[in-house]
């Protein structure tokens, strides 16, 4: 699809040079190494809305962990799963859903370094991952910001029934560190922040993404890194042309500049609802400021569908400004359908795919117990015998360029 050809004028919108309001952003500092679960108040300026800094039973607990922490609370092996901090020593993790009781929550909370000015926009981003996990296979949506006031009060572990000003509403996992970027504009003076679900599990989307020894005790837990709170500023930059078109290899983005002054690099957002925008993908600047310069990057793994694609403009100093938005559909999508189901002889994988693909079959324990690599594409069909699997859950999975797409399936008696 054609993208947009257009010169951007940039606005400033503030003055002064960009400021972190988070003073401890990546929980590197503390007063002393965490020894066991829920010490979030030894992380300098950070706490828990439900006030404890210890393991209470029924109560909400987020974990901080940093490297030279004991047993557990130290990196990268961690209590639920192995990950190392994103940047410097130290990091924080919170359950946004826990099985064993109903609307269970934890959240991060911390004052920032001076009030939000009303009428400002900010960016609000921050880090998390579920790590590679061998307790915690749910993830959730849900995941929000909220500016406040006054602090939060959580009631016991229940969920906080407050209205987040920006809020992540499609599921999140990844195993890697994934970047989470919001704007709003601030309506009063705000100076506490709260990180967590603040909805009921009954309006979550709770999905299993990998099946662990302890399926009962199986939580949606993040770890989390690098917040930021920062009013949004402009670029001396002027952008000519931003456009974009899909290829047999992926979606292919092209840009052009000119009076690159100080500029840094730039930074490629994709989205899928053109609200929320994920980065993927980072460019220097080549700091010519009295030519035009071409660009160009590669999307080899875009959304099955619609994909929203905007450039992150970043100066030497932290400042930032953002493009106009490409639309591209991608030309392959990765879909496919299982059935019956549930099964108990045949199963028939039809859909399509690309080329080169892999589906796999996973069963409970994490095995998998059949491997099939694709050679054909559009409209393809596989099929594969259920009738000497045990009873139980199992996990049809495609691996392809594009990403990894998964489907649960039942195998009765």
């Known amino acids: 699809m054609k993208g947009l050809y257009l010169i951007i004028l940039l606005i400033l919108f503030l003055p002064a040079n960009s400021q972190n309001l988070v003073s401890n952003a990546g929980f590197d500092t503390s007063s002393t190494n965490p020894t066991s679960y829920a010490q979030i108040c030894y992380p300098t300026g950070w706490n828990s809305p439900s006030g404890y800094c210890a393991v209470a039973v029924g109560h909400g607990s987020p974990d901080y962990y940093k490297s030279g922490g004991l047993g557990g609370a130290g ?50 981003s921050f880090w998390l991952t579920n790590g590679i996990t061998w307790l915690n296979g749910k993830a959730t949506n849900n995941i929000g910001v909220s500016f406040t006031t006054s602090p939060l009060t959580q009631p016991a572990a229940g969920y906080i029934a407050a209205t987040p000003q920006v809020e992540y509403t499609d599921v999140l996992w990844d195993t890697l560190w994934h970047q989470l970027s919001f704007f709003f504009t601030a309506t009063d003076a705000s100076e506490y922040m709260t990180i967590g679900n603040f909805r009921t599990d009954a309006a979550t989307t709770i999905e299993t993404k990998k099946v662990v020894p302890y399926p009962t005790s199986s939580a949606a837990y993040y770890y989390i890194d690098d917040v930021v709170v920062q009013p949004y500023l402009a670029l001396p930059l002027t952008l000519l042309a931003f456009n974009g078109n899909a290829t047999p290899a992926g979606n292919l983005l092209q840009w052009t500049t000119t009076k690159e002054i100080h500029t840094s690099h730039f930074e490629i957002q994709r989205s899928a609802d053109g609200i929320f925008f994920e980065t993927i993908g980072t460019v220097n600047a080549k700091g010519a400021e009295a030519e035009n310069v071409d660009y ?8 099955s569908q619609q994909n929203l694609y905007q450039l992150k403009m970043v100066d030497d100093d932290g400042s930032f400004q953002f493009s ?26 039809h859909g399509d795919w690309d080329a080169n693909a892999t589906f796999q079959i996973i069963d409970m324990a994490g095995n998998i117990i059949y491997n099939k690599h694709t050679t054909s594409a559009t409209n393809s069909v596989l099929q594969v015998d259920f009738s000497n699997y045990a009873p139980g859950i199992y996990i ?9 797409f998964s489907s649960p399936i039942i195998k009765t008696e």
């Open 75 to 124: 990196t990268p092996v961690t209590f639920w799963a192995t990950v190392s901090p994103r940047n410097g020593a130290g990091m924080a993790g919170f359950a946004t859903y826990y099985p064993s009781y109903l609307n269970f929550r934890e959240y991060v909370s911390t004052t920032l370094s001076s009030p939000l000015i009303p009428g400002t926009t900010y960016e609000v």
């Open 324 to 349: 106009e938005i490409v639309n591209i559909t991608t030309l392959v999508n990765d879909q496919f359908e299982v059935y019956p189901n549930p099964v108990n002889g045949m199963l028939t994988i």
């Open 296 to 303: 160009t990057f590669l999307d080899d793994q875009p959304l």
């Open 396 to 404: 049809v999975q495609l691996i392809s360029t594009h990403g990894i």
